[in-house]
């Protein structure tokens, strides 16, 4: 018998200026990969987050008039963290996000607004790798957005997005999904893990709301052993996954 290997990954190609990262909720990047963001930011690159919606629906205990704009505020807050200056909201509901022509459309249109270089996403796949079920809103978001990368270039899709000024854009290189159970790349995630962690941080209604432990134990365990176990496939060096689609 032969012992299996361990496909390693590749680092993420940086042969890029600008990024539009889009997610379905609040706290969807800081789980996901905002190690990474901080150090693209470092590196005087340009990152825009756009969400499908304010999160409104993520805690029980909160009524979604008031928990939306809390954590709008909080998504700011760590955004701000890892160097991100815009963040845009598109007021999808909170949980019953559909994937179809509407979201595809919205996400173009952002694309043909910000013209980015490299689009980044969150897995949209049914699990997160075994029998850990996906949610519906993210699947749907990271589908219309590996659609929409196409979208935003065809002049004969959504044409009324032209007559409104936004005139198409196919320079995107790109597509990184980061939490998927296939990665193939990744970036060390060294420079940017205590900005990550404190980014997670500045989510501590929803991070309270999920778990009994201390917020900044909770936050810092996880980033560390996620980042770690990516790590084993990438020299050894802590880091966060993506899986990468080229155009």
């Given amino acids: 018998m032969t012992e299996s290997k361990i496909t390693q990954l590749q680092p993420l190609p940086d042969d890029w200026q600008r990024a539009l990262a889009v997610v379905a909720h609040p706290d969807d990047l800081e789980y996901g990969c905002s190690a990474a963001v901080a150090a693209w930011t470092d590196a005087g690159r340009e990152v825009t987050y756009l969400l499908a919606t304010r999160g409104e629906a993520g805690i029980a205990t909160l009524d979604p008039a008031v928990c939306g704009p809390l954590r709008e505020r909080e998504q700011r807050a760590g955004a701000a963290v890892v160097g991100v200056r815009t963040v845009e909201f598109l007021d999808h509901r909170d949980g019953v996000i559909e994937y179809g022509v509407a979201l595809r459309r919205d996400i173009a249109a952002a694309i043909r607004r910000h013209r980015p ?78 900005r990550a962690v404190r980014s997670l941080l500045e989510h501590r209604s929803y991070v309270e709301a999920l778990t009994d432990q201390d917020p900044e134990a909770y936050v810092r365990d996880f980033l560390t052993e996620t980042t770690t176990a990516t790590g084993r496939r990438f020299g050894g060096i802590p880091a966060v996954a993506f899986e990468v689609f080229g155009r």
Avoid: C
């Fill in 117 to 194: 270089d490299l689009l980044v996403t969150l897995n949209h796949r049914d699990t997160w790798g075994g029998v850990a079920w996906n949610t519906p809103d993210h699947v749907a978001v990271g589908r219309a957005t590996l659609d929409a990368a196409a979208d935003a270039g065809n002049r004969w899709v959504f044409p009324e997005l032209a007559e409104q000024g936004l005139e198409p854009w196919n320079g995107v290189r790109r597509v990184a999904v980061a939490g998927s159970s296939n990665p193939t790349h990744a970036v060390d995630a060294r420079p940017g893990l205590e």
